[in-house]
C-alpha cells in the first residue's frame, strides 16, 4: 500500500481539507498542463515561489506564469489589462471556494465579504451596537438581510450610501431585499467592488490554485508583515445564552432595530440625551424571555447595568407578568416565583440577579451533558425555530415613559429562502455558544449538583435514548456538522436539516422536557435556600458575563 504524501514543514502542520482540496484541484481538468505539478516523489508541488535561486525546479514560477497567460487568452482575458491573472484564476475557478491551510474553514473566492471600509460605513449610520453585532467574514447579502430583518425598510434608503465605491453606483432600485440581493449578486459582486474582499486573495502563478493558501481568516495571524484586519471596534460578542431563552426573538429583533431606526434620539430612562438602544428590562442572561418590550438606555447607562436588575425593573416584570404575559423563561421560572416577591429594594434585587446567573451556570451544564451524549435534536427544540417563519408589523409603535409601546403586533407568513438561513444560522450560533460557554473561564460559577438533581437528568437521558431511528439519524448529521470548524458547512449543513426537527414533540421529548423542569424547580430551591448567605447577600460576582 502506498503511502500517502505529507505536508508541512517548520512545525507547520496543513489542515487535512486543504490536503484533499488540493488534490481535488491537482487532478482537475482545469488544471491540466499545469508545469511541474507533482514531483517525482508523487507529492503536489503546491507552492512555486519567484524566489528560487538553484534546484529543478527554480523555473517552476515562470513556467507557471506562462501556463497562466495562456489560460487568460482561452477565456478571453487579455492578459496585458490589469489583474488578469487573478480575474483568470477566479474564473476557472471549479468551485469558488477553498478551505483555509490552517484551520479549514472554507470561504468564497468571490468578492463577497465585507471589507473595513464598509465596516466603518456601517458604524457611522449607527446600525451596529450590542444588538446589532456583527459576524467576522459574513456575507454582504447576508449582513444585508439582517439588516432589512432587524430595522426594516429604512435600510434601503442607506444601501446606495453604503454600497457606493468611485467605480459603482448602485441603481434606483425598488425598496425589496429581494430586488437589492438580485443586484448585489449578479451586478454588484462581480464587479469586484473595493468595499468587498474574497475569502482569499490571488497569489499566481504562486499557488497551484493562484490563491493564497491562507483564507482571510488567518492571513493577518500566520502574515506578519500582513496589516491585521481590526473587526473589534465593530464587533460584539453574542449573548451566549440569548438563544435558550424564550420568546418572540423574530417580533423582538424587529423592535430593536425599529428603535434604532425610529426612536434612537429619544432621551433615555435616566434622562441622558440620545442616540439611546432598546435594553431588556429582563435581561436575557438572567434567563428573561426575548420579548418586544424595552426601555430606552444610552450606551454609558446600558453599559452601567448590564446584567443586573434593580427594584423597578422587578416591579415592572411582576406587573407584566400579572397580565398573562411571560417574562421568564421555562428554565428560570421556578427561582423567579420562589423570590421575585421578596425583592423589595435594589439590593434583593441585585441578590436575586446573583442567583438567576448561577442557575443559568447550572442549566448550561446540564445543557452540555445533553449535547455530550449527542441528543442535538431535542436541545434544537428549544430554539424555537419557527418564529422565522413570520413578518412582523408592529401597529401604532410609539415610546411612553422611556418603554416601547405597541396596540398589537400583525403576523403574516414569511416563505423565503432566507427563512431557512435565518434558522440555520440560528442553529449554528446558538450550539456555538454552548460550546464556547465552557471554554472560557468558569467566572466565579457554581453548579448546583445535588444527587436528586444528577437522578433527574439521569432520566432525561433514559429518555432522550427511546428517540426514533429518525430522531437518531438526525443527531447524527448534526453531531457531523458540529465537529467541523467551517462556519459556511455548519450554516449549509444545518440549512438541509431544520425543516426535519420536529415542530411537535416525541413521546419521549415530552418526557424529557417534564424532567427538565423538575431538575430547574430542583436547582431553584437549593439556589433559594442560599437567599440570605454570603455568596448573595455580600459576595462580589461579576454579572457583566
Request: hydrophobic residues 35%; charged residues 25%.
Amino acid at each position: 500500500m502506498t503511502n500517502k504524501p505529507k505536508y508541512g514543514n517548520k512545525g507547520e502542520v496543513w489542515h487535512p481539507d486543504f490536503i484533499r482540496y488540493m488534490e481535488f484541484i491537482a487532478n482537475h481538468p482545469v488544471y491540466a498542463g499545469m508545469p511541474d505539478a507533482f514531483t517525482e516523489g508523487g507529492k503536489i508541488q503546491w507552492e512555486a515561489p519567484s524566489n528560487r535561486k538553484s534546484g529543478k525546479h527554480k523555473d517552476t514560477h515562470h513556467k507557471r506564469r506562462e501556463w497562466w497567460r495562456i489560460k487568460a487568452v482561452s477565456i478571453g482575458v487579455n492578459p496585458n489589462s490589469d489583474r488578469w491573472i487573478s480575474r483568470t484564476a477566479r474564473v476557472i475557478h471549479p468551485t469558488l471556494k477553498k478551505p483555509c491551510k490552517r484551520c479549514g474553514k472554507v470561504m468564497e473566492l468571490r468578492y463577497v465579504y465585507p471589507s473595513n471600509s464598509l465596516l466603518q460605513r456601517l458604524n457611522k449610520l449607527g446600525y451596529v451596537d450590542e444588538n446589532f453585532p456583527l459576524e467576522s467574514y459574513e456575507k454582504i447579502t447576508d449582513l444585508v438581510t439582517r439588516l432589512v430583518e432587524v430595522f426594516g425598510d429604512s435600510v434601503f434608503s442607506n444601501l446606495t450610501f453604503l454600497l457606493k465605491t468611485g467605480a459603482i453606483s448602485p441603481p434606483l432600485l425598488e425598496p425589496s431585499l429581494e430586488s437589492w440581493l438580485n443586484w448585489i449578486e449578479k451586478e454588484y459582486v462581480p464587479k469586484e467592488p473595493s468595499l468587498l474582499s474574497p475569502g482569499a486573495m490571488s497569489n499566481a502563478p504562486d499557488r497551484f490554485d493562484g490563491f493564497h493558501s491562507f483564507n482571510q481568516c488567518c492571513r493577518s495571524k500566520v502574515d506578519k508583515g500582513r496589516s491585521k484586519v481590526n473587526l473589534k471596534s465593530y464587533t460584539t460578542d453574542r449573548r451566549v445564552f440569548e438563544y435558550w431563552t424564550e420568546g418572540d426573538w423574530i417580533a423582538a429583533n424587529r423592535l430593536m432595530g425599529q428603535i434604532k431606526a425610529n426612536f434612537g434620539n429619544e432621551a433615555c430612562l435616566n434622562s441622558h440625551p440620545g442616540p439611546c438602544s432598546g435594553d431588556h428590562i429582563g435581561p436575557l442572561s438572567l434567563g428573561f424571555t426575548h420579548r418586544p418590550e424595552f426601555q430606552l438606555l444610552c450606551k454609558s447607562c446600558n453599559s452601567a447595568k448590564n446584567n443586573r436588575m434593580t427594584l423597578r425593573e422587578v416591579i415592572h416584570l411582576r406587573e407584566v407578568e400579572a397580565t398573562g404575559v411571560a417574562v421568564i423563561s421555562w428554565h428560570s421560572k421556578a427561582l423567579w416565583n420562589l423570590r421575585k416577591e421578596d425583592v423589595v429594594n435594589n439590593e434583593t434585587a441585585l441578590r436575586l440577579s446573583k442567583m438567576l446567573r448561577d442557575n443559568r451556570h447550572t442549566l448550561m451544564s446540564i445543557f452540555k451533558t445533553i449535547a455530550d451524549a449527542g441528543h442535538f435534536t431535542f436541545l434544537a427544540t428549544f430554539l424555537e425555530l419557527g418564529c422565522a417563519e413570520r413578518k412582523i408589523d408592529f401597529i401604532n409603535l410609539r415610546v411612553e415613559q422611556h418603554i416601547t409601546k405597541f396596540d398589537r403586533i400583525n403576523y403574516t407568513s414569511r416563505e423565503t429562502k432566507y427563512v431557512a438561513e435565518q434558522k440555520s444560522r440560528r442553529c449554528r450560533v446558538a450550539f456555538e455558544s454552548l460550546r464556547d460557554y465552557f471554554i472560557k473561564d468558569n467566572r466565579n460559577a457554581i453548579y448546583i449538583n445535588t444527587d436528586s438533581i444528577k437522578s433527574k437528568v439521569e432520566a432525561v437521558l433514559v429518555a432522550l435514548q427511546q428517540s426514533s431511528d429518525t430522531i437518531k439519524n438526525l443527531d447524527t448529521q448534526i453531531a457531523a456538522m458540529l465537529s467541523s470548524n467551517r462556519k459556511m458547512s455548519i450554516d449549509e449543513g444545518f440549512r438541509g436539516v431544520v425543516d426535519s426537527i420536529p415542530t411537535i414533540y416525541p413521546p419521549n421529548f415530552v418526557t424529557a422536557k417534564q424532567q427538565l423542569i423538575d431538575v430547574m424547580a430542583l436547582v431553584a430551591v437549593e439556589l433559594s435556600n442560599q437567599w440570605t448567605g454570603d455568596r448573595y447577600v455580600r459576595g462580589e460576582l461579576n454579572l457583566d458575563t
